[in-house]
């Protein structure tokens, strides 16, 4: 079975107003933790992981965040060598880093290159500046494709660029243009997600006084329609609702989440699956650090999952794929409800009869309300 690493580096430049993840900025931080030595806290959880998970060879890790690349090219490389030399790597592992443009340059993408890295991952949410502003972003237009350029240039196999469409403001012809900077950088995989405000942001207290326009889902969708159509026509294939690659380009390691295979989550607030037992880290840095020191596990809490929990994520992840899931792994009970789903053309008729359950076009739309059918 497939075994993952995830890496959690929990860190920020500044904070975005519409991301409620697990990071913290300098500020925020003060002096609780040292950027330039967090690297070595977390090489000590891979240490430990591997006298609990044993000998299991990684074949997909993902540096995520917060910021990777706020760290050092070296740094990051170490991490990496030290799952390598703890664990081993098959030979044709996938190995992500998240980054955002204005964290990495030639020399720097290069360097992470020539450690072992494969695969990147560029926020660049929009081409428009006047999207960037409301999403508090730092970089500019056209830096995120230059990146990619770049990273292609220095020999990375696969690189994404993040999309976030949705956004007050954004017209059609903002999206288009973003799309076309996409295409012009030559990548592989693209990831576009609809604007959520998250309650506790920034964003959520603008919209909460009027100072921005909530979200439309109707204009959401026909943006999704929008995004859907122009990476079509360019060669890409959707693989999950959110997610689109040409041909080889799919993203292994989240296809690993996404069918409930195991990974081991490294990091402060990084979850980890294994063997049907879940568990999650303490979220602050400072915290993580001194459970791992004084208890010599920085897990905050775990369950072990019970059959009707790994049911109800199997069909959550599982419908939300291109290829779909076998009908038997739905409830029985909600058999009909499928048949039904096929008759508003939410789900594939073919497919049902075949023994599976797959979108339709008009399903990936409506996915959310789908899974909440098939599990009653």
């Not at 770049?150 to 999309?163: Q, S």
């Amino acid at each position: 079975m497939p075994f993952g690493i995830y890496v959690h580096v929990p860190f920020c430049a500044s904070r975005c107003g519409y991301c409620d993840f697990n990071t913290y900025t300098a500020t925020e931080l003060g002096t609780s933790v040292t950027r330039d030595t967090f690297h070595r806290t977390l090489i000590d959880e891979i240490r430990y992981a591997r006298d609990i998970a044993g000998d299991r060879e990684v074949d997909t890790v993902f540096f995520g965040g917060g910021t990777p690349t706020l760290l050092e090219a070296d740094a990051l490389n170490e991490i990496l060598a030290s799952i390598r030399d703890e664990f081993g790597l098959t030979a044709d592992a996938e190995v992500t880093t998240e980054a955002n443009p204005d964290s990495v340059d030639a020399a720097k993408l290069a360097a992470l290159r020539e450690g072992g890295f494969t695969r990147i991952s560029l926020g660049m949410q929009s081409s428009a500046s006047n999207v960037l502003k409301v999403l508090e972003r730092t970089h500019t237009p056209g830096s995120s494709s230059a990146m990619a350029k770049a990273a292609r240039a220095v020999g990375f196999e696969h690189v994404n660029l993040d999309l976030i469409y949705g956004t007050p403001g954004e017209s059609d012809d903002d999206l288009r243009r973003s799309l076309d900077e996409v295409l012009d950088a030559g990548v592989d995989h693209v990831s576009a997600y609809s604007l959520i405000v998250e309650q506790g942001t920034p964003l959520a207290r603008k919209v909460a006084r009027g100072e921005i326009a909530e979200p439309d889902d109707d204009i959401a969708a026909g943006r999704y329609e929008l995004v859907d159509s122009v990476l079509r026509d360019a060669g890409f294939d959707w693989y999950e609702v959110s997610n689109w690659a040409k041909a080889g380009g799919e993203c292994r390691h989240n296809l690993a989440y996404w069918r409930g295979t195991d990974w081991w989550g490294i990091g402060p607030g990084a979850h980890s699956h294994l063997a049907g037992e879940r568990w999650w880290n303490h979220k602050h840095p400072a915290t993580y650090a001194e459970a791992l020191v004084q208890v010599g596990s920085p897990a905050a809490e775990r369950e072990v999952l019970t059959p009707e929990q790994v049911q109800t994520e199997a069909v959550m992840l599982g419908v939300r794929l291109a290829e779909g899931m076998p009908v038997a792994a739905i409830p029985v009970e909600s058999r009909t409800a499928a048949a039904a789903l096929v008759g508003r053309g939410l789900l594939d008729g073919e497919a049902l009869l075949a023994g599976r359950i797959q979108l339709t076009d008009s399903g990936r739309l409506l996915a959310d309300g789908v899974v909440r059918e098939l599990l009653g």
